[in-house]
């Protein structure tokens, strides 16, 4: 059992920064796969950002490449989402995923996670 608590969300205006963390309840981070999901209103919840189990691999979805960046502390069991260049499409609530997982794939869809943070909303204005 893992449990997340998330923190860092916010309003901020178009072109803004926000950073987003997420710290897990299980220090055994090597086992954890991690990462970031989002939904807006009327939308399916969509893949931001997440860890392979370890932290060894990353992805990112098309939308915010070279805008966030996923990063981990492991010491605290911590996983981080830092936001530049906020556009108002990135309003939403971001959640926190985590799942004991095996070998080195990340995992890109909602199901595949069995714990869920409550959620931060991150409203960008324009």
């Known amino acids: 059992q893992v449990q997340l608590v998330e923190s860092g969300g916010g309003l901020v205006q178009a072109g803004g920064s926000l950073r987003l963390s997420c710290a897990a309840s299980d220090r055994t981070f090597s086992t954890i796969a991690m990462g970031w999901f989002r939904q807006a209103p009327g939308k399916e919840r969509e893949v931001v950002s997440v860890?392979?189990?370890?932290?060894?691999?990353?992805y990112y979805a098309d939308s915010v490449k070279g805008r966030f960046t996923i990063s981990r502390d492991n010491a605290k069991a911590t996983v981080y989402l830092q936001m530049n260049s906020l556009k108002p499409e990135d309003t939403a609530v971001y959640y926190c995923?985590?799942?004991?997982?095996?070998?080195?794939?990340?995992?890109?869809?909602?199901?595949?996670?069995?714990?869920w943070g409550q959620g931060t909303q991150v409203t960008v204005s324009s």
């Open positions: 860890f392979s189990r370890g932290g060894g691999r990353t």
């Open positions: 995923a985590a799942t004991y997982g095996s070998g080195i794939s990340y995992y890109t869809r909602a199901e595949q996670y069995a714990y």
